[in-house]
């Protein structure tokens, strides 16, 4: 059974730092890895999308790594902004299971301090 | 917007309403999902449609009740909810359920409270 584990659960930095989030899954045989972002009682808004054969992927400030066969990915963000400011969601692309083919972590719920 | 619009944005309903949410894609996509998300808790599913027919069921109650009438369109329906129920309602959209390298588009949820 797919299991996505994203560290830290919370996330307090000034504004200006550089910063890593993790997410790490338990079974490498993904289709690919999405991160999301998503700001209080709203919907999710797809940061990156990395598919299983690529190492990383880049938007902007954001740069998402993927080591399938170790199970890990990072999110690292370049010069944090007040904006930043929201829960980030790692989520794999399985080929099914109870939960259907999207298993999604926990959460780093990320506050950028001005 | 992300391509998928969802309507209402805010519900309040009472226990012995009928209510209905609404999910819409013009996105050319053909497999369409709803997520539950309750205070502190992670995504969960709750049905899949693939080509307008439901592929999965994740023991939700029968309260809920999904309907697809075609690939662009998603609803559910609700009735006699309980206030556990009140929670963040996310419809999410794929290209089709054989199509595993893309990803998924997420609309900008219901927020629903049951009083």
């Known amino acids: 059974k797919q299991e996505v584990t994203q560290i830290p659960a919370a996330l307090s930095v000034p504004e200006g730092e550089n910063l890593v989030l993790n997410c790490s899954f338990t079974?490498?045989?993904?289709?690919?890895l999405q991160w999301f972002r998503q700001d209080p009682g709203k919907g999710l808004t797809s940061l990156l999308l990395i598919q299983s054969s690529q190492r990383e992927q880049t938007s902007g400030r954001l740069n998402a790594s993927l080591d399938k066969s170790s199970g890990r990915s990072t999110l690292y963000i370049a010069a944090s902004q007040p904006g930043d400011s929201a829960t980030y969601l790692c989520a794999v692309t399985t080929s099914g299971g109870s939960q259907g083919n999207l298993i999604f972590g926990k959460g780093t719920k990320l506050s950028v301090k001005p | 917007e992300t391509g998928v619009t969802q309507t209402p944005r805010h519900l309040v309903m009472g226990m012995t309403n009928k209510k209905s949410l609404k999910c819409e894609q013009h996105l050319g996509h053909n497999a369409m999902y709803w997520y539950k998300q309750s205070a502190k808790k992670p995504l969960e599913l709750m049905f899949v449609y693939n080509f307008k027919e439901q592929t999965e069921n994740n023991s939700v109650p029968s309260r809920f009740s999904p309907e697809c009438p075609n690939s662009s369109h998603l609803f559910l329906h609700l009735h006699t909810l309980q206030p556990e129920d009140s929670a963040l309602y996310l419809c999410?959209?794929?290209?089709?359920?054989?199509?595993?390298?893309?990803?998924?588009?997420f609309g900008s949820g219901t927020r629903l409270t049951v009083v």
């Open positions: 079974d490498s045989a993904i289709y690919n």
């Open positions: 999410a959209s794929s290209p089709d359920m054989g199509q595993l390298i893309y990803g998924y588009t």
